[in-house]
Nanobody, 116 residues
Framework: QVQLVESGGGLVQPGGSLRLSCAASGSIFSIYTMGWYRQAPGKQRELVATITRGGTTVYSTSVKGRFTISRENAKNTVYLQMNNLKPEDTAVYYC??????????WGQGTQVTVSS
């Protein structure tokens, strides 16, 4: 099993920045892809960004150019740098890990609120 612990959420004004972190523990050898998803009230959970062990990234079109995902394999940690935040980025952000056999684990979520 893999345990994921997120940190770094909070309240920020539009145009501001936040950095989320997610530390993995447990069966970390099985992790291939790590990523971030988000869920706003009344909406389905959606992909934000993912990164493979080799560093290949995927971004949703809504965050491309504003958010950057990175990964420190030695620390089993993935980061999400979020710049130029907009009110529509408000959501609970979840860390995800996926193995090559597509076994998924999720963190508990961290709230990001963008409001003036």
């Amino acid at each position: 099993q893999v345990q994921l612990v997120e940190s770094g959420g909070g309240l920020v004004q539009p145009g501001g920045s936040l950095r989320l972190s997610c530390a993995a523990s447990g069966s970390i050898f099985s992790i291939y892809t790590m990523g971030w998803y988000r869920q706003a009230p009344g909406k389905q959970r959606e992909l934000v960004a993912t990164i493979t062990r080799g560093g290949t990234t995927v971004y949703s079109t809504s965050v491309k150019g504003r958010f950057t995902i990175s990964r420190e394999n030695a620390k089993n940690t993935v980061y999400l740098q979020m710049n130029n935040l907009k009110p529509e980025d408000t959501a609970v952000y979840y860390c995800n890990s996926q193995s090559l056999t597509e076994v998924n684990y999720w963190g508990q979520g961290t709230q990001v609120t963008v409001s003036s």
